[in-house]
């Protein structure tokens, strides 16, 4: 049976964990409220490690330049810098000139 993760909703202050995993199968009703303390409970959506393992790998910077993909990192407030990529891209980005390029284009 999978585990699911369920989390109190916001204004929780029970003595229970934020967070609760239950065993149930994928048939059964989701849990809407918490046993314990009867507080709503929101299901998490969460997936599965080996899963969230392969997004890493593909999401790696070695593998996003493979495909051609840019990837910028932020340095400060609205500014970007390039952490693989081919070299044709920009080595920096800046947030109030590519919003000075959208506003040119007419892009609200
Ligand atoms: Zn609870």
């Given at each position: 049976m999978p585990i699911y993760e369920y989390k109190h909703t916001e204004g929780f202050s029970g003595d229970c964990k934020e967070v609760q995993e239950y065993f149930h199968s994928i048939q059964a009703k989701s849990y809407t409220e918490c046993p314990k303390c009867k507080h709503p409970l929101q299901k998490v959506i969460s997936m599965p490690a080996k899963h969230a393992e392969s997004i890493k790998d593909k999401m790696s910077d070695k593998n996003l330049s493979r495909l051609g993909f840019s990837k910028y990192v932020k340095s400060e407030d609205g500014k970007y810098e390039k952490?693989?990529?081919?070299?044709?891209?920009?080595s920096t980005l800046d947030r109030d000139a590519m919003k000075q390029n959208l506003d040119n284009m007419g892009v609200e």
């Open positions: 952490a693989s990529g081919p070299s044709e891209a920009p």
